[in-house]
């Protein structure tokens, strides 16, 4: 299935998940909604902002990273979009991210790490990446995606403590509403947030002209990001497993979790390995591979 329409019917199944636990309320859906958007339109209005802070990012300087500068414009001049604003972080941990609402303003920040660990064609993949992850709009499809979520998971915890809508509603139902809703939702947005990578990875391809490349990147990151945590080197706040930031970077922070099993469902990154093989079909299309 397309990731585009991968991600339309991720979106749809969490929606339909959010109006069955709304169904056990009394304008529960309403107000888990509400409650909901509040949470999140402040994080996505100021997302690029908040991300930078806790990545301890400072503006990248063009006259002590001109390459950067000049492999951004070049990429966006490519896409016919406007060039976002730069910024590096002083994290050792080999990665990038990119955020803001719209390519108007967004922003691409990439770690110390990343820049020692890359060549410049690697490094040009990551950056098409990021920026396809802009021109996208995947910010707001993951704030969508985590809007609904978060009722999904309000409306669970409310019925927990109150019960719903009249005694007379299924127990059986009632009970996956308040232990396997939250789960499944969890489940749902962290597929959205995988299609979205793999999406950005395709994107980013065609941008570049360098899926080869792409792969060897992303190859080298997750290489890199294991070694250093296998050595006890951490990262930024926003590189933390527990901030909600971390989905935002073109590799899972560390190396990510362990492959295979349940905890698959739980990734907000897909398999390198997949990712590779996708960016090498991608190669054979544009006669790069046999």
């Not at 972080?89 to 967004?106: D, E, H, I, L, V």
């Not at 021109?135 to 109150?162: C, E, K, M, P, Q």
């Amino acid at each position: 299935m397309p990731n585009r329409l991968k991600t339309v019917a991720l979106l749809g199944l969490l929606s339909g998940l959010l109006l069955w636990a709304g169904s056990f309320f009394e304008g529960g859906l309403v107000i888990a909604l509400g409650l909901a958007l509040a949470m999140n339109i402040g994080s996505y209005w100021f997302s690029d902002r908040i991300a930078i802070r806790m990545a301890r990012a400072e503006p990248a300087d063009e006259a002590t990273y001109p390459w950067y500068h000049a492999m951004v414009r070049d990429l966006s001049q490519r896409a016919g979009q406007p060039a976002p604003r730069l910024y590096v972080s002083p994290s050792p941990q080999p990665n990038a991210f990119a955020t803001g609402r719209n390519p108007r303003n967004a922003a691409v920040c990439v770690n110390r790490g990343l820049i020692d660990l890359l060549d410049r064609d690697e490094m040009e993949g990551v950056l098409a990446h990021e920026l396809s992850h802009v021109y996208n709009r995947d910010i707001l499809i993951g704030s969508v995606a985590a809007a609904i979520a978060a009722a999904v998971t309000f409306l669970a915890r409310f019925a927990l403590f109150f019960g719903g809508r009249d005694g007379d509603a299924n127990p059986i139902a009632q009970i996956l509403l308040i232990l396997l809703a939250p789960i499944a939702a969890m489940i749902i947005q962290f597929a959205v947030t995988r299609s979205r990578e793999t999406q950005a990875d395709a994107s980013g391809a065609e941008l570049s002209g360098k899926p080869l490349a792409l792969a060897r990147a992303l190859q080298k990151l997750e290489s890199g990001g294991r070694q250093l945590a296998r050595r006890g080197v951490g990262g930024t706040p926003a590189e933390s497993p527990s901030s909600s930031y971390s989905s935002l970077y073109i590799s899972a922070p560390f190396g990510g979790l362990a492959r295979g099993g349940l905890s698959s469902a739980f990734r907000t990154h897909p398999r390198t390995e997949d990712r590779v093989a996708n960016l090498e079909r991608i190669a054979q299309r544009m006669g790069q591979l046999r």
